[in-house]
């Protein structure tokens, strides 16, 4: 395997291994422990595991395999990604029921993470409108399952990380959007008490928000930021023009490390706090769903360490006062993350591993430096004192006994795992980390 | 107008992402390949993303086989109603130690990738003229541009193509016959998978993207991305001795 080295979107870490790609994705999964789509999750849950090296990759099979124009069913090849999906069907006004941050995902990425965008608190996970899987499992079945058929293993391999098999073809329906264009509302917020009230309002009346915080301010003013509300524009709204689509710039080698520093970072988040506040305005459902998405490659601007995310849901039952707590943990790191995420979550999926549940998730870039295994431990105990649990799309640091006590459910996935694979042949960097097979 | 267009190679690579921005724009596509059931699948995905359901058809064409092409011609003349447009994307590959090391498959891939290409071309050309013109759109490769190590035989076959893509456009643009010599660089498609990743590598869809703005404006010539121009420019006019030392 000639040296090749695979690594996840934060490049932490990088493990040896490689990728065999073709369009027929069927014939590639036979002997392979893992598929990976377009590698937008950040840790290792996308990796090989020690001593595997080859593994799958779905982006070549990408062919819608059925559509109907009706009712917007959708049946395609796991490699679809969202970005093409949206070059074809959106000029027909048509959108997928939820997205996350960035359009390279592909479909299985997207079922494996059981992603969940700025609408979660009305519309759920990818999940939730996913009606049938196709399935290579570890005996080499090719498998369909859904909600009435094989149920156990849908709902496992719905946010299982592609641990139940590798994922070939995903069904779900598209929805119709009154136009390509998102009629949005940006809102100055100067505290974290503030912000939950924010998001809490907000939630009521629009179907999708979503919030950044500075995470540079301490004190009166911690937890500062900006609140995104928004919708799909009506067509009288909206521009008669279809909105252009550009390739993103690209970030064509590795930054300097420390380029990207709390200087940087400050004047950034004083530029983003201090935007002009137009009320109201009609954006580019670009730049409203992936404003990250505009430089391709941009994880290389953390440089050659590389960089750790972090996303944990904080449950309702913490009350007001969890974000708060949970920010006071990270700003006490000093400048260890510059900017975060903040988002209401709606009710738990049905997947079994799925990560949003009622409450407030919270996700950070963080830099790596000499601390930053100490900061996500204790980030995790908060998380697991708050009885809240991490995203594993994100994660490539917990300590499997961390992982163990704030995922309740996990015994429950393992068993359906154990009894579809039995031998435990589709496995990942992650799991044999987390879960130790 | 939209285009009428035969895409011979439509299933993989980089004809599958033209033919998906031409189906995505609303011209109509006929697909030629060489397996029927993953034709058949690649015209449905090729449907569902057309504006308004256009129906996208095939039949299968052999590049092995140049007898195959008089009827593989002829259906796709059928199923358009007449086609104005043909683009020509399916070739072979294979890593210049693996030809060293299999004379029987050089063989066949020069075969292919030259003699029976050309011949294929011969048959659009004599159809395309026979309606009064309309555009060949060929993919040869910046592998033909210069004798190069890594690309010696694979390359040969490209040089040989592109010399005869440009007579024809000589030839038979004052007929109406546009001629379209496409060169891609490196394109991350099924047929370079596991091969080190030079400078300047695209997806296919940008490389698609070069080629139908190519076809829109009867370019004779066009690298994809168009950054290669540049590049092969410098390498065309490399000293025979410094092209002795390096490696690519």
Known sequence: MNGRKLAGWGRVPVVPGYQIRSEDLEAITVDVPLTRGLGRAYGDAAL??????????????????????????????????????????????????????????????????????????????????????????????????????????????????????HILEVSFRLIRVPSPWIYQEV???????????????AAASWPMTMGWIDCLSKGSSMGRGVLYRGRWAEAHEAPKSFPALRAPIPVPFMLPNGVLNVHTARAFNFLLYHQPQARAS?????SFFYPLDIASDWHRGYGSRGFAQYQCVLPESGGHDAARRFLEVVTGFGGASFLCVIKDCGPE?????????????????????????????????????????????????????HFRVMETRLDRFLAVRRAWDPDGQIRSAQSVRLFGW | MPLKVVVVGGTRG????????????????????RDPDDLARCAADLQARTPGGTLVTASVCDLEHPESFDAAISAAATALDGFDTAIVTAAMFATQPKLEADLAFTRRLLTVNFANTVLLCEH?????????????????????????????????????????????????????????????????????????????????????????????????????????????????????????????
């Not at chain 1, 059925?66 to 959106?90: I, M, V």
């Not at chain 1, 399952?145 to 094989?150: I, K, N, V």
């Not at chain 1, 004192?385 to 594993?392: K, P, V």
Request: proline content about 7%.
């Open chain 1, 349 to 401: 999926g049905e997947g079994l591993l799925s990560f949003p549940r009622k409450g407030i998730s919270i996700a950070l870039d963080l830099p790596m430096r000499d601390d930053t295994q100490a900061l996500i431990d204790r980030m995790n105990e908060e998380v697991i004192a708050e009885g809240g649990r991490i995203y594993l799309a994100k994660d490539a640091l917990t300590r499997p006994e």
């Open chain 2, 124 to 248: 659009l050309r004599t159809y395309l003229l026979s309606r009064g013109g309309g555009t060949l759109c060929v993919f040869s490769s910046v592998a033909g541009d210069r004798g190069r190590k890594p690309v010696i035989l694979y390359g040969s076959a490209k040089a040989g193509l592109s010399a005869y893509l440009e007579g024809l456009d000589h030839k038979f643009r004052g007929a109406g016959l546009k001629t379209i010599c496409v060169k891609p660089g490196f394109v991350r498609t099924g047929m370079t998978e596991g091969l080190p990743e030079p400078p300047f590598a695209v997806d296919p869809d940008q490389a698609a993207e070069s080629a139908i703005k190519a076809i829109d404006r009867g370019t004779p010539v066009v690298y994809a991305p168009p950054i290669w121009a540049l590049v092969m420019l410098v390498i065309r006019w490399l000293p025979r001795a410094v092209m002795r030392r390096v490696g690519f």
């Open chain 1, 48 to 165: 090989p595991a020690p001593g595997d090296a080859r593994i799958a990759g779905s982006t070549l099979a990408d062919r819608v395999v059925h559509f109907d124009p009706e009712t917007g069913d959708l049946t395609a090849e796991a490699g679809l990604s969202l970005d093409d999906l949206y070059r074809s069907f959106l000029p027909k006004g048509w959108f997928t029921p939820v997205t996350p941050g960035t359009r390279f995902v592909t479909l299985g990425g997207m079922v494996a993470a059981d992603v969940h965008g700025k609408n979660h608190h009305v519309d759920g996970c990818f999940g939730r409108h996913v009606t049938a899987l196709r399935l290579r499992v570890a005996d080499g079945r090719v498998i369909t399952c859904s909600r009435d058929e094989h149920p156990d293993l849908f709902f496992a391999t719905i946010g299982g990380m592609g641990l139940t098999g």
């Open chain 1, 187 to 201: 809102q100055r917020v100067p505290d974290i008490d503030v912000f939950m009230d924010a998001l809490k309002t």
């Open chain 1, 282 to 286: 009609v954006v580019h459902p670009r």
């Open chain 2, 14 to 33: 980089i004809g599958r992402a033209v033919a998906r921005r031409l189906a995505e724009r609303g011209d109509r596509v006929h697909l030629l390949g």
